[in-house]
């Protein structure tokens, strides 16, 4: 599986936003802050993940298809692969 740029640069943005918490707790800031800012990275984590497996189940329905092999279980893999995600 190839990674698009954009996926780099979503976890990128996490990572900073994962370091900005960090720096708010050694601060000592306000809980609601923080959690709001971690709320916000898991749901920018969550995207991710969606991204991830959406392309991922694109690529391998259109090698199947190609292939001519049958594509269900493929597109159940993808729905594990996002339900484990919760």
């Known amino acids: 599986m190839e ?3 954009s996926v780099v640069n979503r976890l ?4 900073g936003q994962i370091k900005g ?4 707790i050694e601060k000592g800031e ?3 802050d923080v959690i709001t800012q971690l709320s916000a ?7 991710t993940i ?3 497996v959406s392309m991922n189940l694109e690529q391998c329905v259109r090698e199947n ?3 001519g092999e049958n594509t269900d279980e493929v597109v159940k893999e993808a729905v ?3 339900v484990k995600s919760r």
């Open 3 to 5: 990674y698009d740029k």
């Open 12 to 15: 990128k943005r996490v990572e």
């Open 21 to 24: 918490v960090l720096s708010m």
């Open 30 to 32: 306000d809980c609601r």
């Open 41 to 47: 990275s898991r749901s920018a984590i969550d995207r």
């Open 50 to 52: 969606g991204l991830i």
């Open 65 to 67: 298809i190609a292939n």
């Open 80 to 82: 594990n692969l996002l």
